[in-house]
């Protein structure tokens, strides 16, 4: 099955976007800006699409939601070329010569990422050829279906956030997750307001459900040490990136206060990454995306390494690329749900882009053994929503 072609787009949402309100959620860039930059400047309203087309008719899908111009580049100028007339099956043959011939600039990043729009793509035309879903493709079914928690409840007025856990809890969710909306810049009264947006989610949901929450790098060290032992009546399953993506110190001196568990790996890229803090026992639960990893060619490889330091994998996003790894591998018990909500940040922006995504029921998700690879397509009317980028 010899690759003929290799096809990207780039689409950018040209539809409403809501608005957010401030201190929506913190951000890495709360620690150096001058006046509070929100969450808006990280959003995700672009996304790239990859086909890999093949001589047999069969024709592969992936993509990637990080800066999607540049990884669209890489994979016209860089990768293109490395995969004309390849054996679409020589899978780990492709992902390192990709890797090893990026690796000027690449690694991490974008160069990862377009990396791991090809690998999701070349998997899932082997699933299509094979007529077999991806994740029976990493191992087969090892859970009957899937847990997933619901990820939003960002910071808002403290009866609207109780509103929206309270739909989560009623929808049947087990466990849900917060952003937090201060950070250091905002001192003593931002910390107060912090606690309250868990407080108010805390005693909405009962001691029954699962309550996370996110600080997207926004914090400092020595501002997470003090607001740790403030969170530790709310029984947080876990705090996820307290700090930035390369505090692998400060993650190991956080986890080694033994207050919160702690979580992160969203923008750690690479295995050899992973195993640095799984050695440092830097965090509790890691969080690659698979579209960010090297596709599921990595995230077996990272699995496998958090399944023997005892951690678990939740990854990112979900989404199918997420879920048929969760399927497949002991070491990730839960995945993240993004709720479909009109456009706000991006997160939500695959819920327009593809078909075949799994809506949750009772808090829980299935995949279909009947559907060949990732089980996703195009919608049809994507020119109706999206400026498209060839």
């Known amino acids: 099955m010899r690759i003929t072609d290799v096809r990207t787009r780039v689409l950018e949402w040209n539809g409403p ?11 890495a860039s709360d620690i150096v800006a001058r ?9 995700f309203l672009g996304w790239l699409v990859v086909e890999i087309e093949t001589d047999s ?25 490395i995969l004309m007339g390849e054996n679409a ?49 990493l191992g087969g079914r090892l859970k009957d279906r899937i847990e997933v928690y619901a990820s939003r409840l960002y910071a808002q007025p403290l009866d609207a956030l109780a509103a929206e856990a309270a739909r989560y809890k009623d929808a049947g969710f087990r466990a849900m997750k917060l952003r937090f909306g201060w950070g250091p810049r905002d001192g003593a009264a931002g910390m107060r307001r912090n606690v309250e947006l868990v407080r108010t989610v805390r005693e909405t949901v009962g001691d029954d459900v699962e309550v996370m929450a996110d600080c997207f790098m926004g914090w400092t060290l020595e501002y997470a040490r003090r607001m740790l032992p403030l969170l530790a ?61 090297g596709g599921p060619t990595q995230a077996q490889k990272i699995c496998a390494l958090a399944e023997a330091f005892g951690l678990s994998v939740v990854p990112h996003a979900g989404q199918m690329h997420n879920y048929h790894v969760v399927m497949a591998n002991v070491a990730a018990p839960i995945a993240e749900f993004f709720p479909k909500v009109p456009v706000e940040v991006g997160n939500e922006l695959f819920w327009y882009i593809f078909d075949g995504e799994p809506v949750a029921k009772d ?6 053994d009947d559907k060949p690879g990732l089980g996703l397509s195009l919608k049809a009317d994507l020119q109706e929503s999206f400026v498209i980028h060839e």
Not at 363 to 368: A, M, P, T, V
């Open 17 to 27: 976007v809501a608005s957010m309100p401030p201190n929506f959620c913190t951000t």
């Open 35 to 43: 006046k509070s930059v929100g969450i808006g400047a990280y959003s």
């Open 57 to 81: 008719g069969v024709v592969g899908l992936g993509n990637a939601a990080l800066s999607p111009h540049v990884t669209k580049a890489v994979i016209d100028h860089h990768l293109k070329p």
């Open 89 to 137: 099956f020589d899978i780990a043959w492709l992902w390192e010569r990709m890797y090893r011939q990026t690796l000027p600039f690449g690694r991490k990043g974008s160069g990862m990422a377009a990396i791991s729009a090809i690998d999701l793509a070349l998997w899932d035309a082997v699933g299509k050829a094979l007529g077999q879903p991806l994740f029976r493709l």
């Open 233 to 293: 009546p709310y029984n947080l399953k876990w705090i996820e990136e307290t700090l930035g993506a390369d505090e692998i110190d400060g993650y190991a001196e956080l986890r080694a206060m033994n207050i919160v568990p702690i979580a992160g790996g969203e923008h750690e890229f690479t295995l050899r990454g992973f195993r640095e803090i799984a050695e440092r026992r830097a965090m509790d639960f890691i969080q690659f995306d698979t579209n960010r990893v």
């Open 363 to 368: 808090g829980w998700i299935q995949l279909d």
